[in-house]
């Protein structure tokens, strides 16, 4: 008990037993106090804090049970432990004590050693549940520490990897306009190729760190599952073609033409499961199978089950397989390559949306990973027994409404005066150039400070910056208190963040700070023009 003398308030109308066990603990080096009703044991429990309360079931003005009912409302198991005092022998009121939260119970008349035993269980008990709770705050404490590792993680990575895929895609422009040998053009398709493999590896951490985190958001809104599987197949047909191996959806009828569920994830769920077969199989055949599971009384779910004829795996392979950052086996590490989380991913996806994912394999003949979510209600949803012709043009309409940010030209930032603040050297000169290629007249700020005075000389001349692009991690004055800054001199402009971190929660931030949109990095040509171009215009609306 952090090295002091334990405290034991002994609470009892009988003068005669509170001396009884008084004279039992008084030699053990505790701190003793007394009451003698439930009353004064009621107050003497929020004046002194006690570790144990022993107390008398039946005293006047207020028994035990009330007593003992107040203790739990306001101190929890590990704050204090309560031992009731009978003289009743039937188990009726000693269940009734177990139930309302007490930890033992002594009866009368009791001998010394039994009294000392009793109290002895409860201190060590008290002790066990105090040390939970210390581990459990350091627990919460490491994740936390985890996360924001995880966050400064991926700014590091992002911001080195926003200069790497965007000048290899301007080499790679470039390189097509005039025409460069097939081994420059290679090796740029490489470098873009292990660059996205590395974006992938990291959105993975990231993923398991928010669903650790509980801060990955789940959608519910109506989509298509054979839509889904089509997007899904044209997906990992090239990668299936590229090992020689046979791609099949197939489906058991009849299957509900929409479900409530968030096809973004499914999708995640499906591509990675698909993935892992044609990673693990050499040749044959892989298959996506879909069905409706609608037993009666239960919640309707649809399960997709990918079936491969790979390697296969073991029983002891089969108990590792959904622990982060682990492999079935240490040696498919060294011959497969990835980082272990995409099953674990899986799962807690699974989960999130209403399921799970089962497996069951056999060692060098194959797997099958089936992942059931809950459809929604499908009250009024047709059944269908057969593929539907989905309609194209529907389609295209929705993938242009999807593409908010068409491809831009030299004249689309036509006028606009953008003003950068970024501390990379690298990333100044790549997004300086793209702003520049679209018609944009582009004002760089080295750090915060040096955006802050910028945004205010330009407010006080009358004239402001069509947008301010603004990094939210620089020397000096971050972005956060840059903006806040900018904002309590009344600048009215727009500023959108730019910003590394992707954990949960940064979008929220930068516009609490105030921003009036957030941009990620690696930083997207079409989708940094579109933005900047949508919100130049509509502040031409509004102004």
Do not use: W
Request: hydrophobic fraction near 40%.
């Amino acid at each position: 008990m952090n090295n002091q003398a334990t405290k034991i308030l002994i609470v009892d109308d009988s003068d005669v037993v509170r001396r009884i066990l008084s004279s039992a603990l008084t030699k053990d080096g505790y701190e003793l106090h007394t009451a003698f009703d439930g009353e004064d044991g009621s107050n003497k429990v929020r004046e002194i804090n006690p570790d144990i309360v022993l107390l008398d079931v039946e005293m006047p003005v207020l028994d035990g049970f009330s007593v003992l009912k107040e203790i739990r409302a306001n101190y929890s198991a590990e704050q204090v432990s309560v031992i009731m005092v009978t003289s009743h022998s039937d188990g009726k009121g000693i269940a009734r004590a177990f139930e309302e939260g007490a930890f033992d119970y002594i009866p009368k008349p009791a001998t010394e050693s039994e009294i000392k035993a009793r109290v002895r269980n409860a201190i060590r008990a008290l002790e066990l549940l105090r040390e939970q709770k210390t581990l459990r705050r350091e627990a919460e404490a490491a994740n936390q520490s985890k996360s924001a590792f995880l966050a400064n993680m991926s700014h590091e990575i992002r911001t080195p990897m926003t200069a790497i895929l965007g000048y290899t895609e301007l080499l790679e422009l470039e390189a097509k306009t005039n025409q460069m040998p097939e081994l420059f053009m290679d090796s740029l398709d490489t470098i873009k190729r292990n660059g996205g493999h590395l974006m992938e590896l990291i959105n993975d951490i990231l993923d398991l760190s928010k669903i650790e985190a509980g801060k990955l958001d789940i959608e519910s809104i109506t989509c298509s599952p054979q839509k889904i599987i089509e997007e899904v197949m044209e997906l990992v047909q090239v990668r299936a073609e590229a090992k020689g191996l046979k791609l099949e959806a197939n489906y058991k009828f009849p299957l509900p033409v929409k479900i409530n569920s968030d096809p973004t994830r499914i999708r995640q769920i499906l591509i990675n499961l698909i993935g892992n077969a044609i990673k693990f199989t050499e040749v044959g055949t892989i298959r996506l199978e879909t069905e409706l599971l609608d037993n009666p009384g239960e919640e309707p779910r649809i399960q997709f089950s990918v079936i491969d004829q790979g390697i296969g795996m073991t029983e002891s392979q089969l108990s590792n397989l959904f622990r982060p950052f682990t492999q079935a086996d240490s040696s498919t590490t060294r011959k497969y390559g990835g980082t272990g989380l995409g099953l674990t991913i899986c799962k807690r996806l699974a989960e999130m949306l209403g399921g799970d994912i089962l497996v069951s394999s056999e060692y060098n003949k194959g797997s099958k990973f089936s992942a059931a979510i809950r459809t929604g209600s499908l009250e009024n949803v047709e059944l269908i027994q057969q593929l539907q012709k989905l309609d194209e043009q529907a389609n295209q309409e929705e993938e242009l409404t999807q593409c908010a940010f068409p491809r831009f030209n030299e004249s689309t930032l036509q006028g606009r005066k953008v003003l950068l603040a970024e501390d990379g050297p690298d990333n100044q000169k790549l997004i300086a150039f793209i702003l520049k290629k679209a018609g944009a007249e582009v004002t760089v700020a080295e750090n915060g400070e040096v955006a802050r005075q910028k945004a205010v000389e330009a407010m006080e001349s009358g004239v402001h910056y069509d947008v301010i692009l603004m990094d939210m991690q620089m020397p000096i004055l971050d972005g956060y208190e840059a903006t806040r800054q900018i904002r309590e001199h009344g600048y009215p402009g727009p500023i959108i963040s730019l910003t590394a971190n992707a954990m949960e929660g940064d979008r929220e931030k930068c516009i609490e700070a105030g921003c009036n949109d957030h941009l990620t990095k690696p930083i997207d040509r079409n989708k940094l023009i579109g933005t900047v171009n949508l919100i130049c215009r509509a502040e031409a609306v509004t102004s």
